[in-house]
């Protein structure tokens, strides 16, 4: 399926050839057409996840949103964040989320989740792989800070809830920079929806992209207008 963006004010059913990607600035919204779009977005109660989930879906994609938590069942006792309050900031917006509660450890789990989509869509065009259980402690485990210590000082443990709940395939690997101090979660999501929208999607398979890069190569900037660098590790030579 090829698709276009449509340009604000634009007729969407005109014969005007297919175009690549960009965006239209008004307000600092994105525009981009992703009418028909089937997605899967895991860990999408909060974060990251969440905020690709609702700009999927702002730009017309149909939005399976996955995670443990929802408003009846959290994950964790005071954990901030729900499935539920992901479709409503969605559907504020005008997008379609349907949040399917889905421990992303759990296979049974999982094969439900993917049937359902395959039942109710017939196909699923983009997944966005962003289950991630590496802020998870075990209520038997010495507790562990985790950005505080060094990588070799972290429990074992650690290392398998990072990968079990996350990444076990990826065909495009997306780095943010920081959320919520260098940019937000959302210009996250607008990198997302972006390369869901690029016709030319293939030539990036098994890239390692950056945020900040992709937001200099199609033109989108944060929710404040503005560009936040590439992430990156600063190396001093000695």
């Given at each position: 399926?090829?698709?276009?963006?449509?340009?604000d004010?634009?007729?969407?059913?005109?014969?005007?050839?297919?175009?690549q990607p960009?965006?239209?600035?008004?307000?600092?919204?994105?525009?981009?057409?992703?009418?028909?779009?089937?997605?899967?977005?895991?860990?999408?109660?909060?974060?990251?996840?969440?905020?690709?989930?609702?700009?999927?879906?702002?730009?017309?994609?149909?939005?399976y949103?996955?995670?443990?938590?929802?408003?009846?069942?959290?994950?964790?006792?005071?954990?901030?964040?729900?499935?539920?309050?992901?479709?409503?900031?969605?559907?504020?917006?005008?997008?379609?989320v349907?949040?399917?509660?889905?421990?992303h450890?759990?296979?049974?789990?999982v094969?439900?989740?993917?049937?359902?989509?395959r039942?109710?869509?017939?196909?699923?065009?983009?997944?966005?792989?962003?289950?991630?259980?590496g802020?998870?402690?075990?209520?038997?485990?010495?507790?562990?800070?985790?950005f505080?210590?060094?990588?070799w000082?972290?429990?074992?443990?650690?290392?398998?809830?990072?990968?079990?709940?996350?990444?076990?395939?990826?065909?495009?690997?997306?780095?943010?920079?920081?959320?919520?101090?260098?940019?937000?979660?959302?210009?996250?999501?607008?990198?997302?929806?972006?390369?869901?929208?690029?016709?030319?999607?293939?030539?990036?398979?098994?890239?390692?992209?950056t945020?900040?890069?992709?937001a200099?190569?199609?033109?989108?900037?944060?929710?404040?207008?503005?560009?936040?660098?590439?992430?990156?590790?600063?190396?001093?030579?000695?």
């Amino acid at each position: 399926m090829r698709r276009r963006l449509v340009l604000d004010g634009a007729d969407p059913n005109s014969d005007m050839p297919d175009v690549q990607p960009r965006t239209c600035r008004t307000r600092h919204r994105l525009l981009i057409d992703l009418s028909g779009v089937v997605a899967v977005v895991s860990g999408a109660s909060r974060g990251a996840g969440r905020a690709i989930a609702i700009v999927l879906a702002e730009a017309g994609a149909t939005v399976y949103a996955s995670a443990r938590s929802t408003r009846v069942a959290p994950s964790a006792p005071g954990r901030e964040g729900t499935l539920d309050e992901t479709a409503e900031a969605a559907e504020q917006r005008g997008g379609v989320v349907i949040p399917v509660r889905c421990d992303h450890t759990a296979e049974q789990d999982v094969v439900r989740l993917f049937e359902r989509v395959r039942r109710e869509r017939g196909r699923l065009d983009l997944l966005v792989n962003n289950a991630w259980g590496g802020y998870e402690q075990p209520p038997d485990e010495p507790a562990v800070p985790f950005f505080e210590a060094p990588f070799w000082e972290q429990p074992l443990w650690r290392w398998d809830v990072m990968f079990n709940a996350g990444v076990r395939v990826a065909v495009i690997a997306l780095a943010p920079g920081h959320l919520g101090v260098t940019e937000t979660p959302e210009y996250l999501g607008r990198a997302v929806a972006v390369l869901a929208a690029d016709t030319n999607i293939m030539n990036k398979t098994g890239a390692l992209l950056t945020v900040g890069e992709l937001a200099r190569e199609y033109g989108f900037t944060d929710v404040d207008g503005s560009q936040p660098e590439p992430w990156g590790l600063s190396v001093t030579r000695t």
